[in-house]
Antibody, heavy 116, light 107 residues
Framework: EVQLVESGGGLVKPGGSLRLSCAAS????????MMWVRQAPGKGLECVAS????????NYADSVKGRFTISRDNARNSLYLQMNSLRVEDTAVYFC?????????WGRGTLVTVSS | EIVMTQSPATLSVSPGESATLSCRAS??????LAWYQQKPGQAPRLLVY???TRVTAIPGRFSGSGSGTEFTLTISSLQSEDFAVYYC?????????FGQGTKVQIK
């Protein structure tokens, strides 16, 4: 069974940093591209960053470019999102997702709250 | 980026009736269109990909159609577990973009 478990969310002040992690199991991690998707409270879904299986190609949404960094460790079956210079508008549930074009599996998400 | 527009925003349907949800892309995405169902407090669940291919575990009452810029998800004979928010997603061009969602609620 495919499992994606996010961790690392929490409360942070504007301008602060946070690192999210996603532990993957139940599938061959290094075969798949992965993605982070966020959902602000009561709002829709936004693809934030994507990374191919070997990390050769990485993409970011314009809203996070230059502030967020996606990475992966295939040996540890893990996906990461380093978030710097956080803004109030980054407040959201962040989902780790397997990208099979399209996304076919999601984690349960981790809540990031940016507030003073 | 490609803008996805869903209509209507809210659909009130009685159990047993059918529902038709629409999704329009600001430019052609070919058949690179997926539909998801999301219930409160849960992650989205993939229903349809390639515009019309239903995921194996999804009941046959869900069907997708369309190509290019116009897409439809039809849910026939709505069951109680089908009341949820539905999102379309284009994955033709990065950034992959979602519609704003259609909430299907009990009439």
């Amino acid at each position: 069974e495919v499992q994606l478990v996010e961790s690392g969310g929490g409360l942070v002040k504007p301008g602060g940093s946070l690192r999210l992690s996603c532990a993957a199991s139940g599938f061959t991690f290094d075969v798949y591209s992965m993605m982070w998707v966020r959902q602000a409270p009561g709002k829709g879904l936004e693809c934030v960053a994507s990374i191919t299986r070997s990390s050769a190609f990485i993409n970011y949404a314009d809203s996070v470019k230059g502030r967020f960094t996606i990475s992966r460790d295939n040996a540890r079956n893990s996906l990461y999102l380093q978030m710097n210079s956080l803004r109030v508008e980054d407040t959201a549930v962040y989902f780790c997702a397997r990208d099979q074009s399209p996304i076919d599996h999601w984690g349960r998400g981790t809540l990031v709250t940016v507030s003073s | 980026e490609i803008v996805m527009t869903q209509s209507p925003a809210t659909l009130s349907v009685s159990p047993g009736e059918s529902a038709t949800l629409s999704c329009r892309a600001s430019q052609s995405v070919g058949s690179d269109l997926a539909w998801y169902q999301q219930k409160p407090g849960q992650a989205p669940r993939l229903l349809v990909y390639g515009a019309s291919t239903r995921v194996t575990a999804i009941p046959g009452r869900f069907s997708g159609s369309g190509s290019g810029t116009e897409f439809t998800l039809t849910i026939s004979s709505l069951q109680s577990e089908d009341f949820a928010v539905y999102y379309c997603l284009q994955y033709n061009t990065w950034p992959d973009t979602f519609g704003q969602g259609t909430k299907v609620q009990i009439k």
